[in-house]
């Protein structure tokens, strides 16, 4: 029966995916590894040659695994609460696309055998992107990492209810917890400093729940979303599709030709949340792109369906 229901939404988008060009993107396990202490002094060899070189740059397509694999159990400094039997990283294809005026983004992935925890009671698995326009510095070199801070809630310094932000939200020399006044945040988000998230929510045979939002100074989600997802699992393997209006309003990015963004993933197997979730590096997205300039290329409906 969700089958059937869930065919609809497919055809209507009319995206033959056999041929749209697909990109495998490994998310890994990264423990407590947060922005924080990559670039604290002796930490990461890579702080030294970056931004000049980007994490893709040195980590992209080779280090993804052996990352999740030392990470998912390692020592107390960077993971004091290991999950047993937690698989390192999945990989996922992903593919885009673009149809009416929408954009479309395509996750399929076998997660493996997840040790269930009770973390989520809600959903077993969220799948989650971000979104940057060019708006957010150094989000087109760091993706997710730029949110991911040691004070935020399960890290190394968690304090209780701060979620994702930018650095940029943070008086400088403050300590990472003073937030810069109101009327500068409005300025921020104005200019567009803002980064954009899509979450889907899944149960296995349920419809998935949609989520988007922005992180700014906070992750807040919009009280009715703009996303839309559809969710299905054969045989333990998820497909998730995501669509949403090129341009979706205010306090969404708009997605235009010739413009490259950036986007990151993330999946929360087994049950888990906050920290506990599988992450990609940054990867490129271009409407039409070409291969070579953008790793998803998002071809439009003469390509995407073969018309
Ligand atoms: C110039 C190359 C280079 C760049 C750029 C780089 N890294 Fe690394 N990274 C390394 C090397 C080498 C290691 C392993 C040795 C070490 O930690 O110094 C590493 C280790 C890591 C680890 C494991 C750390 C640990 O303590 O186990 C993570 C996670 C990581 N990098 C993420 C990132 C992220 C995120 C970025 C972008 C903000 C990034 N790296 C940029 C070279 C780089």
Redesign the pocket.
Known sequence: MAGAALLAPERAGAVDWAKVPEKSITLFY??Q?S?D??FTPG?????????E???V???GDI?EGP?GD??VD?EKD?EPAPIAGKPPFVKAKVKTAHENGQLLVRHEFDPGKQPKVPMDKEFETKVTMILDDGGVKEAK???C?LTCHSDVESMRWSVPGTTKYLSDTRIPKSGGDVIKSPEELAKMRAAGNFLEYWQARINPGKPAVAVDGTILEKRAAHEKPAVKVTSTVTKGVYTVIFSRALDAGPDYKKIVPDKKYTVGFAIHAGNTSQRFHYVS?ERSLMLDGIEGVADLLAPGSSAGTGR
């Open positions: 990264p423990a590894i922005w202490r990559l930490r990461h060899s890579g702080q030294r040659r970056y931004p070189k980007t994490c740059g040195c980590h280090d990352l030392s990470l390692a960077k070199q760091a993706g990492w590096f």
